[in-house]
């Protein structure tokens, strides 16, 4: 197999970065990269490099899930030339893949006396409601690494017994017994005073383990959720650092030049490799947050700012909706695990182009979570033995075997039709290889069709106001029937929509977020600012002393907001601070609940600021200029709703702006597939953008 993919898209670029930035996606199958560089210098930018002269290159290249730097390593060795330094920013999916997997580092967790089995109680939600079988995962800290402070912190920040220093010194000599690698601390309401939780961490610093503190992670309330984030955090310390540091030195290894990395998080911005490793938690859902981070900023070139989201990769769906600007929420769970620091609001299911398909035990046929992944990867690319989605997709006609990654890659049709056709016969069906593919198709469209309705319709939007962007390796694909399905009226598919995940990552700004609890209580039409302001300047403070620490340049820009609720209720809404922030909140709990009590009391309960520099990189300055290589145009007959049509096979780089056409098509390019089923209309806009109208 030829593994060495070249680009097959530039995009020239009107801004000015002295050392060579590269973009990199670690996803389950491909990893994707986009880096800016010069023409004639063969992917070198040199100091002073005319501006004009820059263009966005794109790279994939197979993941290697044993060893995910790797893949990252041979890229850039083929991408950085001889260039002296170079800037990688990295999305990775290590945090998360190590929490389903559950192989993370044996942690210690220490808590106040009595509450050292929160983490293993919970919140006493059953998953599963009619499951008499169901099983619990355990808990990331074992019942003999669980360690109680003989300590109390009241609710309003009061000390009401300090722990004695015996008793920490016994502490540290109880866990040193046990050789955890890395310890996660969180006392009760050390939220509102940490002194008793800086006793506890000047006791243990001399174990010389990794040491995650919860006044510092997430100094917010709810205290299991709390001590939940600052395990997840703990549980990810070694593993994190360990990959960081491996990625750093293979990212120069055989060479003299400087590699600068930083990682992208969650909440949708950028930050330094040491702040990543020191608090991995905040990076669990970075690759997704780097899509929705892209899909925001090219639907906004086309004059697009409401739509939905819909990256489906080799593994997993990330959808997400956006209604003017991406927005963060923070009570996510990953894998079963609360994490309360701010995350893009993004919902996955397990369906993916790498998606298994087998028939349950009542004959039903069901497709993912489990995947085939990149090795052994489909039938169609040479190893897989068991069908996936690509397959599928492969046997209908919707995916050209000879136009595969620009042409670079060929799919092998006759080996996945005897294979599939193999498999059938074993699971005892009697569906031809073309019917089991259209009910592959069918299913896994009903599992990503219910993702969207979480994000729209469950949360009181109407996907019939959005425009549905589509993304990923196999998002294109499958985006008009999903459209068609739910009456979103547009699709639009973005110029390299399978790299725009690592291009959203290049145009990520720099990002800290910091919170602090504070239950402030108000009746109707009180007055607040003068308590708030001097919180909000103290944050404030707090990030521009960790941007200048971390040498970041320009200005920055903060954004303050708090989470508010009506007294007595149990959850809040996070809106941006204003003068008038309470009648806001009023409209939107109506929207969002259907009622509003104007006259009842609220409680403002914990007041954010993020703190953001903007990206050297925009967006806005780019032009697309594609090139169309080796691609064909041509014509196959592919299935659409049962039915066999002669559907034109045409490069993407073959239509004319402004034109319209009308389905059935294929759209080929080097990073995915469009499948435009018949009868739609189509043509390209002036951001390059393809637009499909419902």
Known sequence: MNTRLKKKTEIK?????????????????????????????????TP??????????????????????????????KIAGDAQEIVVLHGTTVGTNTLLQRKGARVAFVTTKGFEDSIEIGRQQRPKLYDFFFEKDPALSPAELRFGVDERMSAEGIVLRAP????????????????????????????????????????????????SVSHQILPEFREYERASTVLVNAYLQPVMQSYLQKLQQKAGAGSRRQARIFVMQSSGGITALATAAEQPVRTVLSGPAGGVVGAAAVAKRSGFDRIITFDMGGTSSDVALIDGQPTTT?????????????????????????????????????????????????????????????????????LPADQFLGGDFQLDVPRTQKIVTQWLRKSHSSLSPEEFAAGVVRVVNANMEKAIRVVSIERGHDPRQFSLVAFGGAGA???????????????????????????????????????????????????FSAQLDPIFAELKRNIAAELKKEDWQGSAVFEPSCDIRYRGQGYELNLPYSANVLKRFHAEHKRRYGY???????EIVTVRMRGRVASPEKLSRLRIQEEQGRLKSSSQMVHFAGRRYKTQIIPRSSIQQGRRYRGPAIITEYSATTVIPPGLKYQKDRAGNLLIEL
């Open 330 to 398: 923070n009570e996510a769970d990953v894998a079963g695990l609360p994490v309360r620091v701010p995350v893009l609001d993004i919902h996955t299911v397990g369906a993916g182009g790498g998606s298994l398909a087998r028939f349950d035990a009542g004959g039903a046929l069901r497709v993912g979570p489990e995947s085939a992944g990149a090795d052994p990867g489909p039938i169609c690319y040479g190893k897989g033995e068991r069908p996936t989605v690509t397959d599928a997709n492969l046997l209908l006609g919707r």
């Open 13 to 45: 670029s009107a801004c000015q970065s002295t050392p060579l930035r590269i973009a990199i996606d670690s996803g389950g199958t491909f990893t994707d990269c986009v880096w800016l560089a010069p023409r004639h210098a063969q992917n070198r930018r």
């Open 477 to 527: 694909m499958h985006a008009c029937e999903l459209a068609h399905a739910l009456r979103i009226p547009r699709v639009i598919v973005p110029a390299y929509p399978g790299a725009l995940s690592a291009l959203g990552i290049l145009i990520s700004d720099v990002v800290k977020d910091y919170s602090r609890t504070i239950l402030l209580r108000l009746a109707p039409r009180k007055t």
């Open 48 to 77: 002073g490099t005319p501006l004009q002269d820059s263009t966005l290159q794109i790279l994939k290249v197979f993941s290697t899930p044993a060893d995910p730097a790797q893949a990252i390593a041979d890229a850039v060795s």
């Open 164 to 211: 004695s220093p015996e008793s920490l010194q016994t502490l540290a000599a109880q866990i040193a017994a046990q050789e955890p690698q890395a310890i996660a601390l969180s006392l009760l309401f050390s939220f509102a005073n940490p002194q008793n939780e800086k006793a506890v961490v000047s006791a243990l610093a001399a174990l010389n383990l990794p040491l």
């Open 596 to 602: 509003s009590s104007p006259e009842r009391d609220l």
